[in-house]
């Protein structure tokens, strides 16, 4: 496993970056990084499972192992989705965390990442592109 942190200063409230992370319209926005039309099913309730998907109906199913609003969201990934079809991965503690901490200037975004080494090229290219598009939609969207 690899471990993998990025971090970005955004000048507005963390409210506002969780609003942007979560909400979805935005969402679909920020994760364009990733893959486009890409969008999430289910709730983002600790203990539920959530789906990440493309237009494809491909993508992966995660556990929300925590979510308290405005600092931390923690998934657990559990799996890879083909055609809307779940397909169990033993990745282990493959763990994707956004945190966030209000500072004198604003909201200090810290996405944390427990991944296998294969797809470690992939986020050094993704996330801050990513992260990037969080900053702009949190800073400039109304």
């Known amino acids: 496993m690899e471990t993998l942190v ?14 942007v992370l979560w909400g979805e ?67 282990g503690e493959a763990t994707e965390s956004y945190i966030l901490e209000e500072k004198d200037d604003g909201t200090e975004l810290k996405a944390e990442i427990q991944t296998p080494a294969e797809f470690k090229e992939f986020f050094e290219d993704k996330f801050p592109k990513a992260l990037g598009i969080v900053k702009n939609l949190s800073e400039n969207q109304l």
Do not use: C
Request: glycine residues 8%.
């Open 6 to 19: 990025y971090t970005i200063q955004i000048n507005t409230s963390p409210e506002r970056v969780w609003d």
């Open 25 to 91: 319209i935005t969402y679909r926005q920020w994760t364009t990084a990733f893959t486009e039309g890409s969008f999430y099913q289910g709730t983002l309730e600790e203990g539920s499972t959530v789906k990440f998907l493309d237009p494809k109906n491909n993508g992966m199913y995660s556990r929300v192992e925590k979510n308290i609003p405005h600092k931390e969201m923690k998934f657990l990934h559990l799996g890879e989705i083909y055609d809307g079809v779940e397909a169990p991965q033993n990745w």
